[in-house]
């Protein structure tokens, strides 16, 4: 007999027996118990312990400053400079509906792997379709914070992209998805003292990274509470263990642990909306539906029926925008 070494099929056995070992699976009437443990592992392996916790605007100052001012028929838009620790200074748009000065909902918009807040923000053909304006215009405030690694944040040459910087960190002890969760953690600050925001009412949407870091921002902050993943939700085994993606978004053990879906359990009760594009060749639709149905089952299980969503478009990896307008107008 000759032996071959196939090590993708011992990979795929090893999921098989040796992934999800958190995920959900008591009487609904623990639920309450599993989802404390099971936030605090998920925020163990994003590696952000060594982080401070800002809670309180005393504990938190980001110098927030504005850069620059420009006015639209329904909102004005305003680049702001801030920091989430020294050094460590992050560009981003903030979108203000004209109107009366009532405090407003608010939609957090992290950006995609990719050239950052001035693609989401300004270019027409791609696949985010200008979301936080379409938000702005909707009524939203909008807030589109740069990621490190990419965009007005990207490092100089030879650093750059975020593979030097998921490399150095995960040396030191943490992980880029984990930096980028906690620095969205710090926009939710900003976000809640600004005086156009009804700091009850804020959701999170993104599209692909920025729907990864949609769902683990709703997953262990509760400040966010309502969520538009796009074209991201569908499993580890049908996507980053299936073909190669950016090595960024690798967060070491997190399978061994939790599948998309276990993760989005921890966003219940509450309202979630999944987005798959029909045409999407990586984030498949068939993934996708059951993560949904997954999460419908236990939602239904919670006694709630019409809190999570699968929009399924006649499209590629992008977002769709009017649906996620329809739902955040729905919940929040
Ligand atoms: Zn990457």
Known sequence: MTMQNNFLRYLQQLYAENSRRMRFQGAIQTFESWK?????????LLQIADLPTYTTE????PELETVAEEEFPNYRLTKVMYQTLPHLTVSAYLLRPKGN????PAILCPPGHGKGINQVMGEEESGYHLYPRKLAEAGYVAFVPEHISFGERANPEPYHGCRF???????LGSTVIGYRMWELQRALDILTTLPAVDSNRIGCAGLSLGGEMTLYLAACDE???????ACFLTSFEGTFLKEPHCICGYVPQMAKYFEHADIATLISPRPLMIQAGEKDPSFLVSDATEAYNQLDDHYRALGIDNRVTLDVFAGEHEFDVEPA????????
């Open 101 to 104: 000065d009532q405090p407003r």
């Open 36 to 44: 404390a443990e099971a936030r605090s592992k998920v925020i163990e």
């Open 223 to 229: 400040r966010i509470k309502v969520a538009c993943i």
């Open 325 to 332: 307008i329809d739902w955040f107008n729905q919940w929040l």
């Open 165 to 171: 910087d998921h490399e150095a960190l995960n040396l």
């Open 58 to 61: 005393q504990d938190f100052n």
